[in-house]
């Protein structure tokens, strides 16, 4: 499902669900061993897709540690994301020279819960979920605005190694397109020297009562 939203230089592999009884990947124990079974089971799950995806690009099985964000960390020359929610779970790994930023995310196609709304929007986007409420039912346009800011900060965050709050994005989201752009309204800087992020743009799917989101460069 989560491959329409990317260009054929990457690789994603998703599951919609886990295999029972498997264990975790050596060396990545000690990352889940006080985490509750629903967590244990979406932790396996998708970071064997990821593994799945990087041996794609001749990169051997390994352990995935966090970084200082509890970001994955990807072997060298390599971008990736990896998301999961019930009944979802996937990655999508990419080389940097063909795609510098990566962000993907799913959430399920359900209201956010009550209050959430409030924390996540900016001037403007409250209007834009009611206007496409009413012209697009059938979709829950607040929960894909959460599920697309999830995956613009997921593409940010390892160019500018910067916290990226719900606040500090504006969306456009084109329902017929099935496309977003998110406005940046902080500096873009980034650590290796290449443009400053201005303005992101990605894709949407909503199917299996899933919506999933995807960001990478133009």
């Not at 889940?32 to 001749?58: D, H, N, P, Q, S």
């Not at 980034?190 to 799917?205: K, N, Q, T, V, Y």
Request: aromatic share 6%; proline share 10%.
């Amino acid at each position: 499902m989560i491959e329409a939203l990317l260009p054929s230089t990457v690789v994603a592999v998703e599951a919609f669900e886990d295999t029972p009884g498997e264990a975790p990947f050596p060396g990545e124990e000690d990352l889940i061993a006080k985490a509750v079974e629903g967590r244990r089971r979406e932790f396996i799950t998708a970071r064997r897709c990821a593994r799945t995806a990087l041996r794609a690009f001749g990169h051997p099985d390994a352990p995935i540690r966090p970084g200082p964000q509890r970001e994955p960390l990807w072997p060298a020359g390599m971008s990736g994301s990896i998301t999961h929610c019930a009944g979802y779970r996937a990655a999508a790994l990419a080389r940097t020279t063909d795609v510098a930023l990566l962000g993907i995310d799913a959430e399920p196609n359900g209201p956010l819960p009550e209050g959430v709304a409030e924390s996540v929007t900016v001037p403007c986007e409250p209007e834009m979920l009611k206007r496409l409420a009413a012209t697009h039912p059938g979709t829950e346009w607040g929960r894909l605005l959460f599920s697309a800011k999830e995956s613009v900060y997921k593409a940010w965050f390892p160019v500018t190694r910067r916290w990226l709050g719900f606040d500090e994005a504006r969306l456009t989201i084109d329902p017929d397109a099935g496309t977003f752009a998110a406005r940046l309204l902080v500096d873009g800087a980034r650590i290796d020297g290449g443009p400053p992020l201005s303005e992101l743009h990605g894709r949407f799917i909503v199917n299996r009562n899933l919506v999933v989101t995807a960001v990478i460069p133009d």
